[in-house]
């Protein structure tokens, strides 16, 4: 497919998903790569300490030794929820903060040979007003830093490697939507890529602590979620259009956190408005979807909407979904700290499948 079929193709797309014909009209044409099969590598909640950031390279060397890794992922968290954030904008700055923290992320997602895409997890700025944090942020101040930083280059990847992809930044449905530089979707492999701006924290439903301001919070829930379901709706039309064999979603939040919903946890609330829409246009879609996500720390694999009576399927009591496949990730500090290395190949029934890459024997102690 040439590019710039490709950029009316998705233009076409937001339009039918309710992009305002001035937005859809901004068309760029985005380095497509129409392979027979793709690999990337997908990893999150990465560096948790500093035993993992003094050995970046270990993870760096695995990712760039493997000649079959064509993009890099990171699904969210770039500290952990007790490192302080980074008191973005705010002068002085809070006395536990760490503000170089970020600038050091960045730089060693400069040193990977591909393409890197990056989505926002809850630690670097929903959960910076937590004390076990240093309340060393506040949340919407954070944000803002993130996408001054990362996405300071609106539809263009991080990495050695420059590709270009679609941003909402681009494409904004309503006005606002164009705040969301961080949400981006590519092709490759017969496949739509989305990465959508979904934390943790029941997706942004805890109070702020000193930085609690109840208007602004719940009106950030409500716009980000609605450009988020914007976004993937826009996703999965192409995905129609374009007659791929699979959607891939990377998420930071794990919306099916069994911990969330049982006494004192954080709930779940905030998702039941996308999981439904979710199911709904996997449902449609009817091809293999596969939904990828961080935030538990723990490597597994389930199908979260297959069984609408199971103690997953009832948290959102969205439609059973059989087609939708879930992984999570692996957490750093969960031994052996590993990455996933997921191989997309259009020509099979079930285009994807994936092995778990040990970088960090213990990376609690001393890496190996």
């Not at 859809?24 to 560096?47: H, L, M, R, Y």
């Amino acid at each position: 497919m040439h590019a710039k079929r490709f950029s009316i193709t998705l233009a076409a797309a937001l339009l039918a998903a309710g992009v305002s014909a001035t937005a859809a009209e901004k068309v760029i044409t985005p380095q497509i790569v129409n392979s027979s099969k793709t690999t990337i590598a997908v990893f999150g909640d990465w560096p948790y300490n500093t035993n993992l950031l003094n050995n970046a390279n270990l993870l760096l060397d695995s990712i760039n030794s493997d000649p079959d890794v064509k993009l890099v992922m990171h699904v969210g968290d770039i500290h952990s929820g007790s490192a302080p954030c980074t008191s973005a904008d705010i002068l002085p700055p809070i006395q536990t903060s760490v503000p170089g923290w970020n600038q050091q992320i960045y730089a060693i997602f400069q040193k990977f040979h591909a393409p890197v895409v990056y989505t926002p997890g809850d630690n670097e700025w929903t959960d910076c007003h937590k004390t076990k944090a240093g309340a060393a942020g506040d949340p919407l101040k954070e944000l803002d830093s993130i996408r001054s930083l990362f996405f300071a280059r609106p539809g263009h990847t991080l990495g050695l490697a420059d590709r270009e992809v679609f941003s909402q930044a681009d494409y904004a449905s309503v006005p606002a939507d164009a705040a969301y530089v961080e949400n981006l979707i590519w092709m490759d492999a017969k496949t739509v890529f989305v990465t959508l701006n979904l934390p943790g924290s029941n997706n942004d439903g805890l109070k702020w602590g000193t930085f609690e301001n109840l208007e602004a919070r719940k009106a950030e829930v409500k716009a980000r979620t609605a450009a988020d379901t914007r976004w993937l709706q826009a996703a999965f039309r192409l995905a129609n259009k374009e007659k791929a064999t699979g959607v891939v979603i990377g998420v930071q939040a794990d919306m099916w956190d069994l911990s969330a919903v049982a006494a004192g946890g954080d709930g779940l609330n905030h998702y039941t408005t996308l999981v439904k829409e979710l199911a709904r246009l996997t449902l449609a879609f009817n091809k293999p979807v596969l939904l990828i996500n961080g935030d538990s720390h723990v490597y597994g694999t389930d199908h979260p909407l297959a069984n609408p009576t199971s103690l997953h399927g009832k948290i959102h009591n969205a439609a059973p979904t059989p087609n939708l496949t879930r992984v999570t990730v692996q957490g750093s500090t969960t031994k052996p700290a590993e990455w996933l290395k997921l191989t997309i190949d259009p020509s099979k029934s079930m285009p994807f499948s994936w092995v778990n890459v040990p970088f960090c024997i213990d990376p609690l102690g001393a890496c190996q």
